[in-house]
């Protein structure tokens, strides 16, 4: 019988959605013995993972719960087929992204600070700021307090699952779409061109050309050794004045330092869920730096995490059982 192993802090509510025939191992998040099992389901977070991995005995498959497998292609060996979560957290990430670029737009986090100022009259700084931001030396009648999204443009660099219910997301608030991925191709859908107005999806070498042309840069790249510092000090000054770079990726595929430059400098603002270091550190001068929306790694923690997760697991198990191909097996870093 199949021994599928779950970590304990999963609610037990979920095991449901396992297929019948197996052999449920519940894995104590500090494991104290050996355990016997076949089929890992990975608990989110890589220190657990790594406390329970020296305990596991006879796996075969191991699937993650993220995305993101990079700690656990340190943690297991390679006769042991890994699967990422590719899907699971589309829905949560998506709406984080057009949340925050939302915020950004219209200046929620300056609006926060006049609140918590108690002054009516600072409203008028929203001008001030968007004239620094886009380079302008004019007054606006009546003066500009926020901004539209509609008729923006926003360059999707990673156009996977979350890239593309990004793009879906945002169609109804009028904004074009350019797409980049590793390898050029059509999209599913239509094929095309790549680039604003067209269907198809750029190659990552296009990035330098697109990236001028672009108000709102989207990363949503997988985290692999060529995608980190993606975005360097080269890359940001190619920005438009006024750019905003949100990035839900990893926190290593954007250069700090440079970023946290063009930020002070007030050429760009950014939006991020994920830094580099994570976590960040008291005092690290994000927490403090101009133009920015900063959440801490939080866009897929909705209610629904699990049981996504849990539901696509348990539909990997069945296929194994049933002598399926399994999906989302991680070939290379991704």
Known sequence: MLKVGVPEAVDAELYGFLPKGIELEVIPLK??????????????????????WPYLRGLRVAQSTLAGVDALLKLLPREVVLCDARGVHTIA??????????ASYKYFPFYGDVRRAGAWSLRREAQTQYCRLHGYDKRFYPPVLLEELHGQRALIVGYGSIGRAIEER?????????????????????????????????????????????DIVILAVPFTSETVGLIGAKELALLKPGALLVNVARGAVVDASALLAALHAGQLRAALDVTDPEPLPDGHPLWSAPNLLLT??????????????????????????????????VTGEY
């Open 31 to 52: 494991p104290e013995r050996v355990v016997d099992v076949d089929f890992w389901i990975v608990p989110p977070f890589p220190k657990q993972a790594e406390q329970a």
């Open 296 to 329: 801490p790694h939080v866009a897929a923690s909705t209610p629904m995490f699990m049981v996504r997760a849990m539901q696509f697991a348990s539909a990997q198990v069945g296929r194994y059982l049933g002598g399926e191909p399994l999906e989302n097996v």
């Open 170 to 214: 945002l169609r109804p608030f009028g904004v074009e779409t350019a797409r980049i991925a590793r390898m050029a191709r059509e999209t599913e859908a239509r094929g095309g061109e790549a680039g604003w107005g067209g269907d198809g999806v750029a190659a990552i070498g296009e990035l330098a050309r697109l990236l001028p042309t672009a």
């Open 93 to 102: 990430t998506a709406e984080w992204v057009v949340a925050a670029i939302l």
